[in-house]
């Protein structure tokens, strides 16, 4: 199995690191320690409008993080099936494997990831399927500039849940391939 944690776990851990570190960061402004802020955006801001800014861009950060772990996850799944793909190889006659997989080396990034996700209900139950598509819909209102047109804003999804539903996902798919290896 191609489908691993770690490159997930490690956006995850770096977003913790900043995230903690905006919370020093807004420590420091609220305490008027002009010192520790001094020769950067803040120097000569106003320390209550600093604050409101450090919130609404700790806001974008967290959607920006929600992104990165699902194009992290997806890239992971489209390898998976590609992976699975080369196996076409193997099948008699041999050209048409060949050109199977060909074909769905070129056509994968053409799948639309929902569909995708789909295709392994075979392994992962249904409240992490339907958290999946719920958090699929907010990254894609994410990625596609948050459109406030829409009528229907997916709900917000913190990259904690994220994080948490995508490990779950891969664990059941692991849990599923080990008891059928």
Known sequence: MKLNKESITSIYDNYLIIKDSIKVTQRVISKKIPKLYNKNIFENENPLLVI?????????FSDLIVLALFASFERQLR?????????????????????????????????????????????????????????LNYRNWVAHGKNP??????????????????ILFIDQIQTFYDRHA
């Open 52 to 60: 409101e800014k450090i919130k609404t861009s700790e806001k974008e």
């Open 79 to 135: 390898d998976e099936i590609i992976f699975k793909s080369s196996i076409l190889q193997t099948v008699i006659p041999d050209k048409l494997g060949e050109n199977i997989d060909k074909m769905a080396r070129v056509e994968i990034e053409k799948w639309r990831i929902g569909e995708i996700i789909d295709l392994f209900k075979f392994a992962v139950k249904e409240p992490v399927l339907g958290r999946m598509k719920q958090i």
């Open 149 to 166: 047109s829409i009528k229907k804003i997916p709900p917000l999804t913190e990259p904690k849940i994220t994080y948490e539903t995508i």
